[in-house]
Nanobody, 129 residues
Framework: QVQLVESGGGSVQAGGSLRLSCAAS????????MGWFRQAPGKEREGVAS?????????????DYVDSVKVRFTVSRDSPKNTLYLQMNSLKPEDTAMYYC?????????????????WGQGTQVTVST
């Protein structure tokens, strides 16, 4: 059974930082496309970031971000730990949302891709002024 379990959410003041984690079990993130999404109350789910690793040494990562989080957010993975991360800096109140991680199969790896194969349950991020 595949599980993606997010953690690291919480409440912070504007300008603060959080690091989200997504631990995978029953699924090897390996080089596969992984993504982070968020959904604020009353709004549609939005792709935030995606990342995959190129299958050629030194296996660099390729990341994509929605414009609103570029420079502030960084997606990364620890393959031995089978975990995806999202480092969020300079947080703004408009970043307040439930954050989800997702795993994709094949295709183009972009932040706005929504046809994930597996989804996590989410972790809440609240940014106050």
């Amino acid at each position: 059974q595949v599980q993606l379990v997010e953690s690291g959410g919480g409440s912070v003041q504007a300008g603060g930082s959080l690091r989200l984690s997504c631990a995978a079990s029953g699924y090897t993130i390996g080089f596969n496309c992984m993504g982070w999404f968020r959904q604020a109350p009353g709004k549609e789910r939005e792709g935030v970031a995606s990342e995959y690793k190129i299958l050629v040494y030194p296996y660099p990562s390729v990341a994509d971000y929605v414009d609103s989080v570029k420079v502030r957010f960084t997606v990364s993975r620890d393959s031995p730990k089978n975990t995806l991360y999202l480092q969020m800096n300079s947080l703004k109140p408009e970043d307040t949302a439930m954050y989800y991680c997702a795993a994709f199969s094949g295709g183009t790896c972009r932040a706005n891709r929504t046809d994930a194969r597996h989804w996590g349950q989410g972790t809440q991020v609240t940014v106050s002024t």
